[in-house]
């Protein structure tokens, strides 16, 4: 070639390839890998589809397992939105079960006076039932050792207006009392401890005692200091009776399983089954009282006055 001549281009030369990008080069790469599974797949779904289509027996089959395999679906989609809302429902539910102890003992109390003559200790005991309300609170800890003190802690606290000596109730009635209150939890003591003792009567009557616990089943409980002469029935409903200021009267504790002599000899004891499914606690009602203070201030005008006495 010359000195000024413009070189020739070479025709002869095979344009570049054409290049894929990566993506594409995978799905290609996983085509021609499983080439082989894929049309199998491809073919068995024309099968099933023109075996289906066209045979009525063979699609009748395939409609109800369908169906069936819907129906299950559905039902567990069901089973797990109920259990969802179960929780709500508990709560409300003790709530509810609180709610209408208090206003069957509020009948039970009116009726009362309607048959006797009503005095002025009548009518200010049924009033007192006004001065009762009650915060919602969950189960954090719950022991269960029937040969030990059993222990619950609960998700609310001093912050909540909580308080020590605090009755505490259950949807199957009575729980315990508030030992001790932190910022958040407070410790529970439940029936189901020897150091709990709840005042208790049988419904209908006005002797009282104290309900026990000295171990064992969490489902038994025993009430001591019943009268001798009280007539007092298998079966018959035990109930908080209101003495304390803790809990208002009425409130659903057991009913009475067996009736026998109190380690005294001088009084009866009667073996409760308890009312609360302590293996089952989760949502309570921790229960406030407006007249409380009151009480309590008096008791230790009283103890303050004894000493006093004593001393000199």
């Not at 504790?253 to 067996?258: A, P, S, W």
Request: proline share 4%; glycine share 8%; net charge neutral.
């Amino acid at each position: 070639m010359g000195i000024g001549q413009t070189p020739m281009p070479n025709f002869s030369e095979t344009p570049p390839a054409k290049r894929h990008t990566p993506h594409m080069q995978d799905l290609l790469e996983f085509i021609k890998r499983y080439s082989y599974l894929l049309v199998f797949i491809a073919l068995e779904a024309v099968s099933l589809t023109l075996l289906f289509r066209f045979n009525s027996y063979h699609g009748s089959v395939w409609f109800t397992a369908a169906n069936n395999t819907v129906a299950i679906i559905e039902k567990a989609e069901a089973d797990v939105e109920t259990f969802i809302k179960l929780r709500q429902v508990n709560k409300r539910l003790t709530e509810e079960n609180y709610v209408l102890q208090r206003q069957n003992q509020l009948l039970r109390s009116q009726i009362e006076k309607n048959l006797q003559s009503s005095t002025p200790i009548d009518s200010n005991q049924t009033e007192a039932l006004n001065g009762y309300n009650h915060i919602e609170a969950e189960v954090v800890t719950n022991t269960n050792n029937p040969q030990r003190n059993n222990y619950i802690v609960i998700n609310k606290g001093s912050i909540d207006g909580i308080k020590p000596e605090m009755g505490v109730v259950g949807n199957g009635g009575v729980v315990g009392i508030v030992y001790l209150a932190n910022t958040r939890h407070s410790l529970v003591i439940p029936v189901v401890n020897r150091k709990s003792s709840i005042s208790c009567r049988v419904r209908g009557q006005r002797y009282f005692g104290y309900l026990g616990w000295d171990g064992g089943s969490r489902v038994h409980a025993h009430v001591d200091d019943i009268p001798r002469y009280a007539k007092i029935k298998v079966g018959e409903v035990v109930e908080t009776s209101g003495y304390s200021g803790i809990f208002p009267p009425g409130i659903f504790v057991g009913r009475i399983r067996e009736i026998k002599n109190a380690p005294d000899g001088q009084s009866f004891r009667l073996e409760v089954d308890l009312g609360t499914d302590f293996a089952n606690l989760r949502d309570v009602l921790v229960i406030t009282s407006d007249y409380k203070p009151e009480l309590d201030s008096l008791n230790s005008q009283a103890a303050a006055n004894e000493n006093t006495t004593t001393g000199n």
